[in-house]
């Protein structure tokens, strides 16, 4: 059975396209209200227990401009699965997997660190790799490579330490 | 034996008891410099690798790494410093003891090195007073050693107990304490201190 027919018979009734890029790893396509159902059906009916990475991509100056992917693989069938939504709002609204597969927790920080992606309920969407009150998504097109005053959230802090009574130095 | 040439300024400020006095001081800061350790990245190995028995950085007094920054006086940056980091850096910096002496140990620490990015200090003298800085990526340990080395003949030539004693009395102890005042760390500025002074001038204007 190639993955292609276990696809067929775990997603039957849910609205999806199929595409097979270049690679070969079968790929769906799917709107917002659809990615629920079709992750839950991947998860049980499609054997896939691992979720690869969830990320996202800025494809400015196309329409729409983010899409968001996720790729799983099945350890037992050996084959994995991608599956891809676009979105066109700038805060892309995607619903989370983290009940499914838990470990996409910290894919999804990331992607909305590095995207500005929020995931619906997520329910500990913090950046992961950024500092907390960081404004920008290094990741996204018009953020320039040397970034947008890197050193702002410092200089905030060296004030606060130097006005109120921080080791002088 | 030695010229009948009159002394210079200095030297008349100093005396025999004071120049004699900062040698001692100044031989026994060089010979225990002990390391604060900021291992970032991969120079972190090379500066293990230092501390270790292969190139023994015991032969020069500096071996005596501390993992707390109360009983360190030589920081060696080694490896990569993100903005996210440096707040945690600067806080170790000064809650070191003085006098207190930085290492820029390879490129990334140096001047950022291929790391032209948002999230990367390009150098840690924007936030440090670095004295010697070791290119290379990441340095063998030898070229470390050099630098503490290099590091050692900066701390002969300074001044200690003549500072002392040319700091007048009623400036340099604290009232009622008995205490001295901390003498301002003799490392070279911050890249930042002087846009922070220039902010501060503008401010005031």
């Known amino acids: 059975m190639t993955v292609m027919e276990r696809l ?5 009734g849910i609205a999806h396209e199929v595409e097979t890029p270049a690679d070969g ?23 896939f227990e691992t979720n690869t990475f969830v990320t996202a991509v800025d494809r400015e100056p196309a329409e ?48 909305y660190d590095m995207f500005g992606v929020r995931f619906e309920g997520h329910a500990n969407l913090r950046r992961l790799l950024m500092p907390q009150a960081y404004e920008h998504h290094p990741l996204r ?26 080791q002088p130095s | 034996m030695g010229s009948l040439k009159p002394a210079d300024a200095n030297q008349n400020k100093g005396g025999f008891l004071a120049t004699r006095a900062d040698a001692l001081v100044n031989w026994g800061r060089k010979n225990s410099l002990w390391p604060m ?23 020069f007094g500096a071996e005596a790494a501390r993992f707390t ?31 207190k002496w930085v290492i820029a140990m390879g490129v990334c620490s140096s001047s950022g090195g291929m790391y032209d990015s948002y999230s990367v200090v390009q150098g840690v003298d924007m936030i ?28 002969e030539r300074e ?13 340099g102890w604290e009232e009622g304490t008995g205490r001295f005042k901390r003498q301002p760390n003799k490392s070279n500025p911050t890249r930042r201190d002087g846009e922070v002074a220039e902010a501060e001038v503008e401010a005031a204007q």
């Not at chain 1, 079968?26 to 991947?42: E, F, K, S, T």
């Not at chain 2, 060696?76 to 006098?99: F, H, S």
């Open chain 1, 8 to 12: 067929a018979t775990a997603l039957a």
């Open chain 2, 128 to 155: 440090l007073p670095v004295d010697v800085y070791v290119p290379g990526c990441p340095p063998r340990p030898d070229a470390v050693i050099d630098a503490i080395l290099k590091l050692q003949t900066r701390i």
């Open chain 1, 25 to 47: 790893t079968p790929c769906l396509r799917v709107a917002h209200d659809g990615v629920r159902p079709l992750m839950q059906a991947l998860k049980t009916g499609g054997g």
């Open chain 1, 141 to 166: 097109k018009e953020f320039p490579h040397q970034g947008i005053e890197p050193d702002k959230l410092y200089r905030e802090w060296d004030r606060k330490r130097r006005t109120q009574g921080g």
């Open chain 1, 64 to 111: 729409p401009r983010f899409e968001v992917v996720w790729e799983f693989l099945s350890v037992k069938h050996n084959d994995r699965v991608r599956v891809r939504m676009l979105s066109n709002d700038e805060y892309p609204k995607v619903p989370t997997i983290i009940d499914l597969w838990p470990g996409a927790a910290f894919f999804e920080r990331e992607c």
């Open chain 2, 69 to 99: 920054p109360r009983q360190c006086d030589l920081m060696i940056v080694a490896g990569t410093l993100t903005w996210k980091m440096a707040e945690a850096a600067r806080t170790i910096y000064d809650q070191m003891p003085e006098p």
């Open chain 2, 159 to 171: 001044t200690p107990v003549r500072d002392l004693l040319a700091t007048p009395v009623t400036e």
């Open chain 2, 37 to 59: 350790p900021l291992g970032l990245s991969c120079c972190g190995i090379e500066m293990m690798s230092m501390l270790g028995p292969r190139f023994d950085l015991a032969r």
